[in-house]
């Protein structure tokens, strides 16, 4: 933009002269002043225009003017329109800003010096429970009153982080982490660990129910071994017991690593590209057998299948998913109760029942069932001989099928496991019933 005051100042001067030639000529030397007074006039209605505009005109474009004032009026237009790009793009900003800040995968608080509340993502929302914009401007210990996260804010070791249930839900844990920005600002992040710190706590209970497993069957074999070792002259009739007890515990460790194997395998191999159909009704027939083994009659065992399902997959690790349910059902299923096996189509899924007649499960240790070592009664467990990895070989090999395990269960009445296949082909229309096998 060009100065434009050099050729104001010129016709100003310009004009003064020419006004006080002709003023002095035609005999009038007020003319000057007059035309001065006119300027003055002038210039302030252009004043009040401008003032007016300002103060109450709803134009974003100022008036229009001439000469100097067009060059003023032309100027704050030019103004408004930089302030307006400006305002857009921070606006933009604003928004992207906030856009980046709630597909954060933490809850995110901006802090104030004093702890003052001023911003959050819609995870912090979530996570503990914030209300916008009720709840801008308040302290964040007002809010969070949990006593391990006040230690934390009065230590101020940002260094760290800090572990406590959301208030929202105490089911989520979460992992506090204050980082210090800007100028006397903070960032108060917030992470769902929950998934990390069931993990956590089943590593930990696996390693001591694996240490426990295996310290009792070794503990049978070295006070076997020691016995032995201080007699003499042993009969066979007195050696019997010793190395049947040997026997049992050498047994049970041997299933308790091949199981552990079993369930590593399952979870560290990639399923095979290419699989075959599996003819479960044949399977079901060799599984029922199995039980009905397993079972020496105490139980009622009966199979119906639809012969014609058929699921896509490895034909070793599906027999071990079911031979482990049917397995369980004979285990913890009284002598004289029933187990019934059924094959069958259900909602667009190939599904495979195992209902029993046994004692039930309570409905808090459902979701649980399936964790490595987990057991509802670990007394009736051992006794049964059982090694608490049965459910977690049936979950992973269901999953690496894409099947899903659904557990239905009443006290006094019975559970029914159900292998849920989505992915399923028929290939004749034939069913037929087994009946009852055994007893």
């Not at 400006?86 to 933490?106: S, T």
């Not at 004979?330 to 495979?352: H, M, N, Q």
Request: charged share 25%.
């Amino acid at each position: 933009m060009s100065n434009p005051w050099p050729a104001v100042l010129g016709r100003t001067v310009l004009a003064s002269l020419a006004l006080l030639v002709i003023g002095a000529a035609a005999g009038v030397p007020w003319l000057l002043l007059a035309a001065a007074v006119g300027l003055l006039v002038y210039n302030l209605a252009q004043i009040h225009r401008l003032e007016r505009w300002l103060r109450a005109s709803r134009k974003r474009r100022p008036p229009r003017g001439r000469g100097l004032w067009g060059h003023v009026f032309d100027g704050l237009d030019r103004q408004q329109l930089r302030q307006r790009q400006r305002r857009r793009r921070l606006v933009d900003l604003l928004r992207r800003f906030r856009e980046g800040a709630n597909a954060m995968p933490d809850g995110t608080i901006v802090l104030s010096d004093t702890g003052d509340m001023q911003w959050w993502n819609q995870l912090a929302s979530r996570y503990l429970g914030l209300r916008w914009p009720q709840d801008r401007g308040q302290r964040i210990a007002n809010l969070i009153r949990h006593p391990d996260f006040a230690a934390y804010l009065e230590r101020g070791d940002w260094t760290a982080a800090v572990k406590i249930p959301s208030p929202q839900d105490n089911r989520r844990t979460l992992e506090i982490r204050i980082v210090p920005y800007g100028s006397h600002q903070q960032l108060l992040l917030a992470r769902d660990i929950s998934e990390l710190h069931r993990l956590e706590t089943m590593r930990r209970d696996f390693v001591g129910n694996i240490s426990h497993e295996l310290r009792t069957p070794l503990t049978v074999l070295q006070g076997m071994s020691e016995q032995l070792a201080d007699m003499d002259d042993l009969s066979a009739d007195e050696l019997g017991r010793p190395l049947a007890l040997m026997d049992q515990q050498i047994e049970r460790m041997t299933r308790l690593v091949d199981d552990l194997l079993l369930l590593s395998r399952l979870e560290t191999e990639r399923p095979t590209e290419e699989r075959g159909l599996v003819n479960i009704a044949e399977m079901l027939a060799d599984v029922a057998e199995e039980a009905r083994a397993l079972s020496n009659g105490q139980h009622r065992i009966s199979s119906t299948v639809d012969e014609s399902l058929y699921v896509a997959g490895d034909d070793e690790e599906l027999r071990s998913a079911f031979s482990n349910l049917l397995s369980n059902a004979v285990k913890y299923t009284p002598a004289g109760g029933r187990i019934d096996i059924r094959w069958f189509e259900a909602s667009g899924a190939a599904c495979l029942a195992v209902a029993d007649t046994g004692q039930g499960i309570p409905a808090h240790h459902i979701p649980r069932l399936t964790e490595r070592f987990y057991r509802v009664d670990s007394g009736r467990a051992t006794r049964q001989g059982g090694t608490g990895l049965g459910l977690a070989i049936v979950k992973h090999v269901l999953s690496r099928h894409g099947a899903r395990l659904e557990v239905n269960s009443e006290m006094g009445v019975g559970s029914t496991f159900t292998a849920v296949f989505p992915i399923y082909e028929r290939l004749e229309a034939s069913s037929r019933s087994v009946g009852e096998l055994g007893d």
